[in-house]
């Protein structure tokens, strides 16, 4: 794994420039046995391009066969350990909106739900209710009061918003209310510490008042919580490193752990890889690292939709002129975990990683990038924690380890 000790240690000071380029959940899965992936069936000119010029490898995010989620698979990507270093998604939801989250308070991701008259969930996104609609019921959820703890909840996008609670004795060892499939009721939060029970109940009395005010709403009439967590106070990455690291992201979860690392969130108009880019070009002076976030290629393989996952991954190619135009010194194409439009959700199968760097790379004579010429690249197949060191030393950004 990247020792976070030794890189404070043997990083240096230099002008290059890096690039983390993440096409959430690229990684696939034929429809048919023997068809292509999605990254496969894709027309990637730009990105087979590089792949010529590139060592090629996979990584896989946790360990071989965990599937990830998004917040611990991201700091492996950024060379923190997951299984050392945990977050749960509420204080990555909250801290990517700007949402304070102290030691103490406890956070968790919000989801408005559709549930049907035997109070079982039918939609566990409430039919991705859009911002516009959602922001009002917010404003509802936060005149619910608790007693001896101040509550605080906000909107974070669609369907989803936030929730902290600050107060004494506080504590997240909650389990997720979302059951993750529909057809069943939500859950209520169970705590699995004894120091937990308290919050627990609070937490309970919050979700019954909840759908009390929800219930007559034709599509989100009920809420699900994922992810309670408190501040984890990780190790900065400015000060591992010794980068200027930045973060172009569109949605908050993403945002969120950048933030929670140390990094310059980046705001700009638009949500496109286009709007993405330019805000690169506008800020391309002013750091070294630029952690890049494309969210479609994601989402579409939750909705099962290979044909959009396809489409998504073309769109990245056709705006990867603009990114090239601005001379990185090195660049890695790479997902934080699969999200085969197979399966409908997140896998455990190792992600496909182009890393492309003119001047110190060793190019394996790869033709395209693919799952199969990854699995064929040079690099091989290794943990997602280990890409940071390899970033920094094809940036000439690590010092020699020993005499």
């Known amino acids: ?18 690039v983390l380029l993440v096409l959430d959940g690229v990684g696939g899965l034929p429809v048919e ?36 989620g998004s917040g611990p698979a991201h700091l492996a990507l950024f060379g923190y350990d997951p299984l050392v270093y945990n977050v749960g998604r509420g204080a990555l939801e909250a801290a990517g909106i700007g949402l304070v989250v102290r030691k103490g308070d406890v956070a968790a991701r919000g989801n408005f739900c559709t549930v049907d008259a035997q109070g079982n969930i039918i939609d566990r996104r409430a039919g991705r209710i859009p911002s516009q609609l959602a922001r009002p019921l917010v404003e509802l959820l936060n005149q619910i009061t608790l007693p001896d703890v101040e509550t605080e909840v906000r909107h974070v996008k669609e369907h989803r918003f936030a929730l902290v609670l600050r ?18 009721p939500p859950l209520p939060a169970r705590a699995y510490t004894a120091e937990a029970e308290r919050t627990a109940e609070l937490v309970n009395i919050w979700l019954k008042r909840a759908f009390e005010v929800l219930k007559d709403q034709p599509q989100a009439n009920g809420v699900t919580l994922r992810g309670f967590s408190t501040d984890p106070a990780f190790p900065q990455f400015g000060q591992v490193f010794g980068l200027r690291a930045a973060c172009i992201a569109v949605y908050p979860m993403y ?23 330019q805000v690169l070009r ?40 603009q990114l090239l135009e601005l001379k990185p010194d090195v660049l890695a194409i790479t997902g934080d975990h699969s999200t085969p439009a197979r399966m409908a959700m997140h896998s455990w199968h190792p992600v496909p990683l182009l890393l492309w760097a003119p001047s110190r790379g060793r190019p394996d004579g790869q033709a395209a990038f693919s799952e199969d010429t990854c699995r064929q690249g040079g690099l091989g197949i290794f943990p997602a924690r280990e890409l940071m060191p390899l970033l920094m030393a094809h940036a000439g950004k690590l010092e020699k380890y020993g005499a």
Do not use: C
């Not at 969120?256 to 709007?275: K, Q, T």
């Open 282 to 321: 506008e800020q391309w002076a002013n750091f070294d690292y630029f952690f890049i976030h494309f969210k479609k290629t994601d989402s579409t393989g939750e909705d099962g939709d290979f044909q959009a996952k396809v489409g998504a991954i073309e769109r990245v190619d056709r705006a990867l002129p």
């Open 33 to 68: 046995p023997g068809g292509p992936t999605e990254l496969a069936a894709a027309s990637t000119p730009n990105m087979d391009r590089l792949a010529g010029e590139s060592s090629l490898g996979l990584i896989n995010p946790i360990s071989p066969g965990i599937s990830p």
């Open 1 to 18: 794994m990247a020792d976070l000790d030794l890189m404070r240690q043997l990083h240096t000071q230099n002008d290059e420039k890096i």
């Open 167 to 184: 107060g004494q004795g506080l504590r997240p060892e909650l389990e997720d209310t979302d059951p993750q499939v529909t057809g069943k």
């Open 255 to 277: 945002r969120g752990v950048a933030r929670l690392v140390g990094m310059e969130v980046l705001s700009f108009a638009g949500e496109g890889i286009e709007d993405q880019l």
